[in-house]
Nanobody, 114 residues
Framework: QVRLVESRGGLVQAGGSLRLSCVAS????????MGWHRQAPGKQREFVAS???????KYVDSVKGRFTISRDNVKKTVYLDMNSLKIEDTAVYYC????????WGQGTQVTVSS
């Protein structure tokens, strides 16, 4: 059974930073592309970032230069470091297996305040 457990998000001021983590089980983590998606209030879910087994990363344009995705294959964990947060980054963030979301975590709320 695939399980993705995200760390707790939180409330942060605009311009601040936050790190999300996601521990995976039930998959051969080291060979899978991992990703993050998000859903803002009243909007559809959108792709945020992904990282392949070889460490190749991809980002949505709106977070390039501010967010960094990384992984630790020993810990079976994927991270999302978010810097220079903006109010429009407020969303529920989901850890995913695969860049398109073969499996999804429960989601964690990130709220950016002014």
């Amino acid at each position: 059974q695939v399980r993705l457990v995200e760390s707790r998000g939180g409330l942060v001021q605009a311009g601040g930073s936050l790190r999300l983590s996601c521990v995976a089980s039930g998959i051969v983590f080291s060979i899978r592309t991992m990703g993050w998606h998000r859903q803002a209030p009243g909007k559809q879910r959108e792709f945020v970032a992904s990282i392949t087994s070889g460490g190749i990363t991809k980002y949505v344009d709106s977070v390039k230069g501010r967010f960094t995705i990384s992984r630790d294959n020993v810990k079976k964990t994927v991270y999302l470091d978010m810097n220079s947060l903006k109010i429009e980054d407020t969303a529920v963030y989901y850890c995913t297996v695969g860049s398109s979301g073969d499996y999804w975590g429960q989601g964690t709320q990130v709220t950016v305040s002014s």
